[in-house]
Nanobody
Framework: QVQLQESGGGSVQAGGSLRLSCAAS????????MGWFRQVPGKEHEGVAT???????TYAASVKGRFTISQENAENTVYLQMNSLQPEDTAMYYC????????????????WGQGTQVTVSS
């Protein structure tokens, strides 16, 4: 059974930082690319950051330079370090795993976590 469980969300003031974690299990982790997405109620998912199977990372323009995706393969865990948070970063953040393209599109991913809420106040 595939499981992706996010944690680390919370409420912070603008300019603050959070580190999200995603614990993965139930699939060959090293064969999947991992990604972080976010969603505001009523809107579609937005790709935030991805980590390809070869270690290549991709970031949305809106978070580039502020967010960093990383992985600890030994623990099957992917992280999203979020710095200089802004109110527009407020969203439910989801961890996802996929086997194709490994881009910022939700269509590249087949497994999804339940999400962790990030709220940034001004």
């Amino acid at each position: 059974q595939v499981q992706l469980q996010e944690s680390g969300g919370g409420s912070v003031q603008a300019g603050g930082s959070l580190r999200l974690s995603c614990a993965a299990s139930g699939f060959p982790y090293s064969s999947y690319c991992m990604g972080w997405f976010r969603q505001v109620p009523g809107k579609e998912h937005e790709g935030v950051a991805t980590n390809d199977t070869d270690g290549t990372t991709t970031y949305a323009a809106s978070v580039k330079g502020r967010f960093t995706i990383s992985q600890e393969n030994a623990e099957n865990t992917v992280y999203l370090q979020m710095n200089s948070l802004q109110p527009e970063d407020t969203a439910m953040y989801y961890c996802a795993a996929g086997t194709r393209q490994c881009g910022l599109s939700v269509r590249d991913y087949q497994y999804w976590g339940q999400g962790t809420q990030v709220t940034v106040s001004s």
